[in-house]
């Protein structure tokens, strides 16, 4: 059974640390109206605990069937089946059904993700360390976690990571996992090497140790731009030499008080594009998925697509 009094603790402390610079207009908004209650986590996909984290109760059977249908269309049929979840953790009550089982809309999107990670980068690359950036209640980490062996690091804001702590732990009885229970300021390679998972708020620092793989998915589209300066700056300085970035966010997106474009999106020089293309089932949404290099080299290149993806941004600006 998931210790609650552990998450209370690391919550606690987590929210002692001053993270208003890293609380977005968007989620300041939000998190004001939110009340926690510990004593509904068993059930947080069906009350408003997750809300704003998890587009599963906003998909309805229509939309449901056509996606399935689309994403069968790309990836087979057993992938498919395979990455479908095994609990429902939380409590998900907007189930559907897939050939006789009750099914999580919300999976669909997430295996497409799970499936372009694979192709571009697992098959290309030993990813020992993955660090997610604002991963909700962590249904993403959760197929990751399933099939490949890597350590993570989900990085969000204390609220969040309550959801993902207990999604997590219940999932992966087995796992390690570290949380904020102590006031620590850095995450060295001593306390990486004892863990399967950290979960951690923003500002905690990395020492001694670099990351293979960071991700983001639908939240930097939320964050001001001072905060996504901020995580590139931390991204450029925390990757390996050769790592990667999977980047899935809107062309544009208004509800910060002003507008955030994905095209101006902090990137240095030193990115090289391995993919680039419109997120599956949501053509608002641009993935991109690039490789650290320590030269310039392929900066013409990046510079031409993100020229592409500013064009496209233009079908987008009144949303």
Avoid at 5 to 25: E, G, P, Q, R, V
Avoid at 288 to 301: A, C, G, M, N, P
Wanted: include cysteine.
């Amino acid at each position: 059974m998931t210790d609650i009094n552990k998450i209370k603790k690391a919550f606690k402390n987590s929210i002692s640390i001053d993270l208003n610079n890293h609380i977005s207009n968007h989620w300041k908004w939000f998190l004001d109206k939110k009340e926690f209650n510990f004593d509904q986590l068993q059930n947080f996909r069906n009350n408003d605990l997750s809300k704003g984290h998890d587009d599963s109760n906003y998909i309805d059977e229509k939309s449901f069937k056509i996606l399935v249908k689309k994403i069968l269309e790309i990836i087979d049929k057993e992938f498919f089946v395979k990455n479908l979840k095994k609990k429902n953790v939380g409590n998900l009550k907007n189930l559907f059904d897939f050939e006789g089982k009750k099914i999580d809309p919300g999976d669909i999107s997430l295996i497409k993700y799970l499936y372009d990670l694979e192709q571009n980068i697992f098959k290309k690359d030993k990813i020992d360390v993955v660090c997610e950036i604002g991963g909700g209640y962590g249904g993403f980490a959760e197929k990751i976690l399933n099939n490949f062996d890597t350590k993570f690091i989900s990085i969000d804001l204390p609220q969040t990571n309550i959801l993902s702590t207990y999604y997590l732990a219940e999932n992966f009885p087995n796992k390690n996992i570290f949380t904020l229970e102590k006031n620590h300021k850095e995450i060295n390679s001593d306390i990486l090497k004892s863990y399967d998972i950290l979960i951690l708020p923003p500002t905690i620092k990395f020492t001694n140790f670099k990351v293979d793989l960071f991700i983001n998915t639908r939240s930097m589209m939320e964050m001001n731009k001072s905060i996504i300066d901020y995580y590139f700056k931390f991204i450029e300085n925390n990757i390996k030499k050769d790592g990667y970035f999977f980047n899935s966010n809107r062309y544009v997106k208004k509800s910060l008080g002003e507008a955030v474009y994905f095209k101006d999106y902090p990137y240095d020089k030193k990115w090289k594009i391995i993919s680039s293309e419109k997120t599956f089932a949501q053509q608002h949404i641009h993935q991109l998925i690039t490789k650290r290099h320590t030269t310039e080299d392929h900066y013409d290149e990046f510079q031409k697509e993100m020229e592409n993806i500013s064009n496209e941004t233009l079908n987008y600006i009144q949303w």
